[in-house]
């Protein structure tokens, strides 16, 4: 009973706030009494939306599908101004075969965030691990591949040319040592495909800022400095590039902080705009809960905390912004690669975690 009547103070409260409207509005703080009331709650009633809050977009990784259910849509509405693709800008699932294409899932979430004034980031044009069966069995010259390539690229970004703001144009072309990783698109285009890529992608479309999109480096400095390498040769040679999409796939108690204040000081001092793209905050890598105890969600609250302190002290003019991996915890990728765990905001029932308040009150 309980839950049920804070769950509907909780939607009544905050449904007037929403990010679909451009001007910025003040949270309601009579909310503010109840989270001192709440201190052993993993759940708490919020006063502010994420994207109300922050000074910069904050989005969450979604689907057509989860965008057609009005409760999940409600609450993307209410708290972020930006989405991502989980998977349905992947080339896997756009790609039929060379030259046709299947936009419909991609052109939803599009529809979606041109109804309610939200960014879209596009992820990815090219990754290894969503490829079509004709890429990875591709039969003909690697001249033959290349130019299928660049054509895929031109026309997934000339159709969504106006509509999508980024894109992660290569996602995680780097090893944890720093070398190439060694996939279909390296080994028929050899080292250089990266680079050609960012270009090709901004002769499709000259305003679309283009990001390189990778794990672990904030955890991973040798991964970090390759990566920064990459980047600033294609600043050396005029390669198109804009920012880096950091994904942050963390832990609670890992990396540390200052690790990665390094990582992200590595790639601002370039120039380049930061994206953390991916997040999500495992509470639970030594497998030792089977529920969400308020000791462990109180820690996730923390780290979010010191994750959005540690953002928020880039320049300005070099914040993407914060992307959430996914809405409610029950949806994370991460259940199905590691088992039990709670990495996001949202409980299933779409309670607000006390890992929301953490974001919030890093712009307090
Ligand atoms: O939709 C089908 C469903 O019909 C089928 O029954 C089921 C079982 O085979 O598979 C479902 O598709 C899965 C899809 O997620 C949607 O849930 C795919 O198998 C599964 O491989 C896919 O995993 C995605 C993964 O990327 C691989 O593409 C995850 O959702 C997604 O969160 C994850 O995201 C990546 C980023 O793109 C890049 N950074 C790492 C991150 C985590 O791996």
New binding site residues.
Partial sequence: MKTTVKTICNFILITVISCSNSERQGGITGSSANRDNQETEITYVPGMSLCKAASYPVGV?V?AEKLGDSRYAGVVRREFNSVTA??QM?M?YISVAPGKYDWERADAIVAYAEKNNTRVHG??LL?H??LPPWVENFEGTDEEFEAEIKTYIQAVVEHFKGKVASWDVV??AIEEDGSWRNTVFLQHMGEDYVARCFRWAREADPGVLLFY?D?NLSSNPVKAQAAADMLKGFQDRGVPVDGVGM?M?IQVETPAISKIADAVNIFTEMGLIVHFS?IDTRLNADDKLTELTYEAALAQENRLGEIVDMYNTIPESQQYGITF??LRDNES?LLS?YGTDWPLLFTETYEYKIAHRGVIRAFE
């Fill in positions: 990784a689907s989980e998977n992947k896997a992820h990815a990754w691990e969503s996602n995680e999109n794990f994904q796939h991916e991996w996914g990728w690669r």
